[in-house]
């Protein structure tokens, strides 16, 4: 059956044009779930369509018009209580097949994956603000800006929140998308089984940036994810209070690092923390944004001087434009 559904897949691509099937490429156990959930779904579809069609082929043709028959008279119909007991027992058995593991699936997404219960996970606050993600390492006090690095085949722990407007944290290859929301907190369990780089986004619509809001999981191995953690304390720059409010303003960013967490200063799924909405930056959603365009701070000091530069002068242009992505 796993063939043929595989086979079925691959005769659509050619129809799909340049669409990538990420959600049929799990790379992690939530990811696998979910896409066993959605080939269980399909099947049913299928299944439903295929019935629907045969029988509207097969009553079309038996009910045509023909010439021996004109001016006949059918005969008056009454109902038939075995044909509508069947066809109100049916949907109901198939929403029933369709809703046990929906909910069976749900209810394990919100649990460590099979294997890693007994895992101390690796725990990454991950802030959303417009139009950017911020993730912060308490643990090894680093804070990373539209990417994020984790060891492959490990437990991690998302614990996601809002700065401001409500996003949509989604990484198709290794899990399902979860909501930000501001003063509140979600968790998010991930496993990536092998090294590799995963493309995330924000798939809620929240305003003009929003469809340019991506950033990079980067699985590496245990070795690599402790050289790149002890690198970074070596030469990225040391987070501020200011400049991390000067992130959360209305713009496009590229990746960023640094040492220190905003958590010192605030959480923002604390109910009482502050709203960073800044709405008169928005300008009916015409806010002039700027574009980072260097691959890492840390590792560009001088590049990262002249963007900050950039960005305080498009913070004082009054000018229009359009954002661009990054």
Not at 94 to 103: D, E, F, N, R
Request: proline letters at 6%; charged letters at 20%.
């Amino acid at each position: 059956m796993k063939r043929l559904f595989s086979l079925l897949v691959a005769g659509l691509l050619p129809l799909l044009g340049g669409c990538e099937m990420v959600v049929f490429q799990p790379q992690g156990p939530a990811a696998r779930s979910i896409t066993e959930l959605i080939n269980w779904s399909i099947w049913w579809m299928l299944l439903v369509v295929v019935v629907v069609f045969a029988l509207f082929a097969y009553i079309v043709w038996k009910y045509r018009d023909r010439p021996e028959r004109k001016g006949e008279e059918p005969p008056e119909e009454h109902g038939s209580t075995v044909l509508e007991i069947v066809w109100t027992v049916i949907p109901i058995l198939i929403v029933i097949a369709l809703t046990i593991p929906t909910v069976r699936t749900l209810y394990d997404l919100e649990k460590p994956p099979k294997g890693y219960e007994d895992q101390e996970p690796l725990v990454i606050h991950v802030t959303s603000a417009d139009w950017k993600w911020i993730f912060s390492y308490p643990e090894q006090n680093i804070e990373t800006v539209n990417y994020v690095n984790i060891p492959a085949n490990r437990l991690v722990l998302f614990k996601m929140t809002s700065a401001s407007t409500m996003q949509s944290f989604w990484v198709p290859a290794l899990a399902g998308q979860k909501y930000t929301m501001n003063k509140m907190e979600t968790e998010l369990y991930v496993v990536a089984e092998r090294p590799g780089s995963y493309e995330g986004r924000n798939t809620n619509f929240n305003g003009r940036g929003y469809a340019h809001m991506q950033f990079e999981v980067l699985a590496q191995t245990p070795k690599e994810f402790e050289k790149w953690v002890q690198e970074v304390k070596q030469k990225a720059p040391k987070l501020t209070k200011e400049k991390y409010e000067e992130l959360l303003l209305p713009t496009h960013l590229g990746r960023l690092t640094f040492i220190g967490t905003h958590l010192q200063w605030v959480n923002h799924a604390d109910a009482h923390s502050k709203t960073y909405t800044n709405p008169e930056l928005y300008r009916g959603h015409g806010y002039q944004g700027k574009t980072f365009t260097d691959e890492d701070n840390y590792k560009s000091s001088s590049s990262s001087n002249c963007n900050e530069e950039d960005e305080q002068q498009a913070l004082e242009s009054d000018s229009g434009g359009e954002h661009h992505g990054h």
